[in-house]
């Protein structure tokens, strides 16, 4: 089956510091990634739509400028948390759909926890 | 625009007892609709979709789920609860292309009772 994989699953950084997560999708292409966070026993909120080979569609209230996204390729894009703050410390989870599947339900990464001290 | 409602963000069950989960979803375009689930750290995990075949759609580990639009609901049911349900369950909507954004409910967390 369709597989996305999100690395680092686990990041600690300090605080001021900037981390990147990477998503793939391992066996098809994805033309649209999408980043959500996850708090604490809450639901996904959508960050942002991550598009292939232009810039992301950020989500009201979701700072673009502290959240940088980068969809280089099919199979790649980034999120980057500039000047990373404890506020900033939650549960990432990409995901995308296979643009060569009709009906493709979202395939999602394991999360990136990220903890900032 | 789109939403999703899970009633009771809390479910607790017997093994072997039927669980129901909820889900109701506004959508202003033919919704297709999805139920994941989460354990505990990780990420999300495709329980079932609908897409506008059939109504009662099957999904995997014993998961069914029947879309009703008169009730715009998409619940979620089990005949038989495992241990090994105890996650959290989320219902989700979005439109037909790889574009559309897909909106998560709030989430229910299932409890097995032993």
């Known amino acids: 089956g ?3 994989s999100q690395h ?6 300090k605080s001021g510091t900037s981390v990147k997560i990477e998503c793939r999708s391992l066996d098809f292409q994805a033309t649209t990634m999408f980043w959500y966070r996850q708090f604490p026993k809450k639901s996904l909120m959508l960050m942002a739509t991550s598009n292939e080979g ?3 569609t ?3 209230g979701v700072e673009k400028d502290k959240f940088l996204i980068n969809h280089a390729s099919l199979t ?3 999120l980057t948390v500039t000047s990373a703050h404890p506020e900033d410390s939650s549960f990432y989870i990409c995901s995308a759909r296979d643009r060569g599947t009709q009906n493709s339900p979202l395939h999602f990464g394991n999360g990136t926890r990220l903890t900032v001290t | 625009a789109q ?4 009633l009771g963000s809390h479910v607790s069950v017997s093994e072997g007892a039927l669980v129901l989960l909820r889900c109701n979803y506004s959508s202003s375009v033919p ?4 139920w994941y689930v989460q354990y505990p750290n990780q990420g999300l995990q495709l329980l079932l979709k609908y897409t506008s075949a059939a109504t009662l759609v099957k999904g995997i ?12 609901s998409f619940h979620l049911t089990k005949p038989s609860a495992h241990m090994s349900d105890a996650a959290e369950y989320f219902c989700a909507v979005s439109g037909a292309t790889s574009y559309d954004k897909v909106i998560f409910g709030p989430g229910t967390s299932l409890s097995v009772i032993p």
Not at chain 2, 3 to 6: A, C, D, L, M, P
Not at chain 2, 31 to 34: A, G, K, M, R, S
Not at chain 2, 61 to 72: D, H, I, P
């Open chain 1, 76 to 78: 790649l894009s980034t």
């Open chain 1, 8 to 13: 680092p699953s686990r990041v600690i950084c």
């Open chain 1, 2 to 4: 369709a597989v996305v």
């Open chain 2, 3 to 6: 939403s999703v409602t899970q």
């Open chain 1, 54 to 56: 232009s810039k992301a």
């Open chain 2, 31 to 34: 919704p297709y609709l999805f």
């Open chain 1, 58 to 60: 950020y989500e009201q």
């Open chain 2, 61 to 72: 580990n014993g998961f069914e789920a029947e879309f009703k639009k008169s009730e715009t």
